[in-house]
């Protein structure tokens, strides 16, 4: 079995992101298409109002309508109709009155969105509310995130400030929707298709290396298919020295065309697909109990805790289709695979 046939096991949901932008929706629904294509995740586009009743309200004695939720906020409870695309395809089951192709979409109560405590959102500024991105797996609400706390993250960066090392591990964070987005199965395509779309490859691998990095402990393993790039990108150099150097059993992977010198990690060369093809990188904590200084509930403390991994397969040239998990299950059957086959 090869990594390939080894992702194909892996079944990955289906969730869609819907930006709540009120002020200049096109540039960011441009830019969100071309971070995180197209497939897994659709990206759609719709008006709020920011007070009062939504324009066709609800009956105000019915109950919420809960029937495919796991108890959080659902898309009925906070829009006057379901969630469609500029192009008339809704985002989750369908529903009565949904709107034709070219109506407008349907009117997103941001007061509801606020005050329900069960959905995530990055940044406590309730104006920037109204200019977020939501992330929707069904017809649930799985977190919230200000375009700014994204566009910080992914959508206005790029790729040269890991390369050099102006962006540090210190600096990493993954905002509520991209870190919802683990356990998606994408395909994102690299340059000259897309100059965006490698970058989300990019910030999750640099969240994984943290989650390694604060532990200090545990297994990294990590593919760079040429080698070499270990020599060439500083900031790539930097981040596994500062990784290797905390304790963390490092083992690094790739064409072994120009060998990393005076680093403390384990290579491993190869010319197999998988050396050639693949993209991982994945934290395996060690076992038994941890005391991990991060905030209770969040991404790094269970990246830290549980393990985190990032797998995808160049299928074609530039072209990668994988997912990442924080399932512990995941992770070790990965990490596994790695071990004993490369």
């Keep these: 079995m090869t990594l390939v046939r080894f992702l194909d096991r892996f079944d990955g949901d289906d969730r869609s ?3 709540v932008n009120r002020t200049d929706p096109d540039p960011v629904l441009n830019m969100l298409i071309d971070t995180f294509g197209e497939g897994a995740v659709n990206v759609v586009d719709e008006t709020v109002v920011p007070s009062g009743p939504p324009q066709r ?27 469609v695309g500029r192009n008339g395809e809704g985002v989750g089951p369908d529903t009565p009155g949904a709107s034709e192709p ?9 007061d509801t969105l606020r005050e329900h405590e069960d959905v ?24 919230g ?9 992914v959508l206005f960066v790029n790729s040269d400030l890991y390369i050099t090392g102006s962006r540090t591990l210190d600096d990493i964070d993954l905002p509520s929707v991209i870190s919802g987005l683990a356990d998606t199965t994408f395909t994102l395509r690299g340059y000259p298709e897309s100059n965006r779309q490698k970058l989300l490859l990019i910030t999750i691998s640099r969240f994984i290396e943290r989650a390694a990095w604060m532990a200090g402990d545990g297994t990294l393993r990590s ?10 990108e500083v900031g790539t150099r930097q981040v596994y020295d500062r990784v290797s150097s905390a304790g963390v059993d490092t083992h690094l992977y790739g064409i072994p065309d120009d060998l990393p010198r005076n680093l403390s990690a384990v290579i491993h060369g190869g010319d197999t697909p998988d050396f050639t ?27 830290i805790e549980n393990g ?26 990965v990490d596994r695979y790695i071990e004993r086959n490369l």
Excluded at 102 to 110: F, N
Excluded at 223 to 230: D, E, G, V
């Design 120 to 143: 995530p959102f990055d940044g406590d500024d309730p104006d920037e509310l109204e200019n977020l991105a939501l992330l929707v797996d069904g017809d649930e609400v799985i977190a």
């Design 223 to 232: 593919s760079f298919q040429r080698l070499s790039r270990l020599n060439d």
């Design 57 to 83: 309200s609800r009956d105000p004695n019915a109950a919420p309508d809960r029937s495919d939720s796991h108890g959080g906020l659902t898309t009925r409870e906070f829009t006057t109709d379901r969630i």
């Design 17 to 19: 992101i819907v930006v």
């Design 102 to 110: 070219g109506a407008a979409g349907p009117v997103i109560d941001i």
């Design 145 to 153: 995130s200000t375009l700014g706390e994204l566009g910080e993250a």
């Design 308 to 333: 985190v991994g990032l797998l995808a397969i160049e299928t074609e040239p530039r072209v990668w289709r994988g997912l990442w998990t924080f399932d512990p299950d995941r992770v070790q059957s």
């Design 277 to 303: 093809d693949s993209w991982f990188v994945v934290y395996r904590p060690p076992e038994g109990p941890q005391s991990i200084d991060a905030d209770p509930g969040s991404d790094l403390k269970e990246g």
